[in-house]
T-cell receptor
């Protein structure tokens, strides 16, 4: 089936630890996005990539890093510099105007 | 600044009680307006794209409409399975601008 796969579904991070969230798509979409969702707030853009080997910071990029070495993959690393990382993280991809989303990763700091 | 607001924040309906959700937007130019449905703990599911004022789209009990300043998602005779958070997003002009999402409306349909 075509779609966007995020893993893991749940992730726990200790203080001072870096963690990486996976996002893979087989829709042949050029653009990929990472959003953060907190209760009562709209989706906020962390990073986006319009093409392989190129990516741009979104509105809340501090404490996060990404790579785009393959068209299908856009992993997000939450670094220890991100002071409040507990949130629901959503990956999306788009080819024309419409964005399609994965099922999300819930990250919790323990 | 491009902005999207949604109202109400939460809505509780009885099964069969029709209503509408509002999405108001402020953009310099509109490439498209999008409606998504999001179930708890899941990613948003695409519902509709609207491109220009006067356009309407329908899917089962849902109908989306668009004016120059707002969009409505009309829900006719809702069922409990329609309970979800409904997100509105816009993609502004010029080309290359990213999505701007509203905070969503949390809909509960009681049997």
């Amino acid at each position: 089936d075509g779609g966007i796969t995020q893993s893991p579904k749940y992730l726990f991070r200790k203080e001072g630890q870096n963690v990486t969230l996976s996002c893979e798509q087989n829709l042949n979409h050029d653009a990929m996005y990472w959003y953060r969702q907190d209760p009562g707030q709209g989706l906020r853009l962390i990073y986006y990539s319009q093409i392989v080997n190129d990516f741009q910071k979104g509105d809340i990029a501090e404490g996060y890093s990404v790579s785009r070495e393959k068209k299908e993959s856009f992993p997000l690393t939450v670094t220890s510099a991100q002071k409040n990382p507990t949130a629901f993280y959503l990956c999306a991809s788009s080819r024309l105007l419409v964005a399609f989303f994965g099922q999300g990763t819930r990250l919790t700091v323990v | 600044e491009d902005q999207v607001t949604q109202s109400p924040e939460a809505l509780r309906l009885q099964e069969g009680e029709s209503s509408s959700l509002n999405c108001s937007y402020t953009v310099s130019g509109l490439r498209g307006l999008f409606w998504y449905r999001q179930d708890p703990g899941k990613g948003p599911e695409f519902l509709f794209t609207l491109y220009s004022a006067g356009e309407e789209k329908e899917k089962e009990r849902l109908k989306a409409t668009l004016t120059k300043k707002e969009s409505f998602l009309h829900i006719t005779a809702p069922k409990p399975e329609d309970s979800a958070t409904y997100l509105c997003a816009v993609r502004p002009l010029p080309y290359g601008q990213n999505f701007v999402f509203g905070p969503g409306t949390r809909l509960s349909v009681l049997p």
